[in-house]
C-alpha cells in the first residue's frame, strides 16, 4: 500500500523558512520521480518543484519559487524534502508531495502559512 505523508508545515512570518518532509512507503522510492506541489485557498493545484529518482541537478521549479525553494530526496531514508527560504505570504498554500513516474499518489498535504 502506498502512503505518502508530509510533515513540517506551520506558520511562520515573511522572510522565515520552513523545511518540509514527505515520508513515503510501499513502493521503490528509490526508483521513482517525485514532486510538490501546492493548493492556495480559491486557486488551482500547481506544481512547485520535481525531481528525478536519483536527485537530477536539473530540477524543476515553479518560477515564483527558484532561488528559495530547494527540493531534494534521501532516497536511503525514503524521504523527500522541500527546502523553503525568505518565504512569502503568496507561498501560504497547503503543500503536497506526489509520484512523478507512477500511480499519481498523494499524500494528505501540510499546511503552510506565512504570515506577520
Do not use: H
Not at 24 to 50: C, D, H, I, N, Q
Amino acid at each position: 500500500q502506498v502512503q505518502l505523508v508530509e510533515s513540517g508545515g506551520g506558520l511562520v512570518q515573511p522572510g522565515g523558512s520552513l523545511r518540509l518532509s514527505c515520508a513515503a512507503s510501499g513502493f521503490t522510492f528509490e526508483s521513482t520521480s517525485m514532486t510538490w506541489y501546492r493548493e492556495a485557498p480559491g486557486k488551482e493545484r500547481e506544481l512547485v518543484a520535481s525531481i528525478t529518482s536519483r536527485g537530477s541537478i536539473t530540477n524543476y521549479y515553479l518560477d515564483s519559487v527558484k532561488g528559495r525553494f530547494t527540493v531534494s530526496r534521501d532516497n536511503a531514508k525514503n524521504t523527500l524534502y522541500l527546502q523553503m527560504n525568505n518565504l512569502k505570504p503568496e507561498d501560504t498554500a497547503v503543500y503536497y508531495c506526489k509520484t512523478a513516474s507512477i500511480g499519481p499518489y498523494w499524500g494528505q498535504g501540510t499546511q503552510v502559512t506565512v504570515s506577520s
